[in-house]
T-cell receptor, first 114, second 110 residues
């Protein structure tokens, strides 16, 4: 069974540019989550999809971040325009069932904004 | 301190020794999970312990949970060089989002 995949693995952009991160969850997992870890801080929750619907986007830092999950399969996270403080590692995770199931994480995308 | 705060921040041991990492949290939880992250890699789920469980084993891993003290410990027995990684505890409360600590960086010296 393929795990959660993320693309790209690394992205280096300049301040003001746009970047789109992609996450492919494990097949059949309705729940998809985005997290990020900025330098020296904890891994923080960003948002949660159930299929194509946003269930909770309370962790999204501001309106420069837009997440979508059209069709309930893969998800994209767009940052526009990127700022220096957006640098960090963005993780995607998926789970089959809400609640007590483990979340399976992808390898992350390391974003560097110069 | 943060929810899901690990202790110590860094731990260095010899191969074959046991490694113990602790995690404290503040709010009530549904479950607590431990993850491992090798350098430059993603998070790998190690073990989940529910709030009504006190101890759980998986291979060389042993996790305890004390909800009265809001703390958990992860014990890795007979450590190997391949266990070198960062270890994170994450708590799941009423919602589904996980709250992570900053992690413990474990170094196992061959």
């Amino acid at each position: 069974e393929a795990g959660v995949t993320q693309f790209p693995s690394h992205s280096v952009i300049e301040k003001g540019q746009t970047v789109t991160l992609r996450c492919d969850p494990i097949s059949g997992h309705d729940n998809l989550y985005w997290y990020r870890r900025v330098m020296g801080k904890e891994i923080k929750f960003l948002l949660h999809f159930v299929k194509e619907s946003k269930q909770d986007e309370s962790g999204m830092p501001n309106n420069r971040f837009l997440a979508e999950r059209t069709g309930g399969t893969y998800s994209t996270l767009k940052v526009q325009p990127a700022e220096l403080e957006d640098s960090g590692v963005y993780f995607c995770a998926s789970s089959q069932v809400l609640g007590e199931n483990e979340q399976f994480f992808g390898p992350g995308t390391r974003l560097t904004v110069l | 301190s943060q929810q899901g705060e690990e202790d110590p921040q860094a731990l260095s041991i010899q191969e074959g020794e046991n490694a113990t990492m602790n995690c404290s949290y503040k709010t009530s939880i549904n479950n607590l999970q431990w993850y491992r992250q090798n350098s430059g890699r993603g998070l790998v789920h190690l073990i989940l312990i529910r709030s009504n469980e006190r101890e759980k084993h998986s291979g060389r891993l042993r996790v305890t949970l004390d909800t009265s003290k809001k703390s958990s410990s992860l014990l890795i027995t007979a450590s190997r060089a391949a266990d070198t990684a960062s270890y994170f505890c994450a708590t799941a409360s009423g919602s589904y989002q996980l709250t992570f600590g900053k992690g413990t960086k474990l170094s196992v010296i061959p």
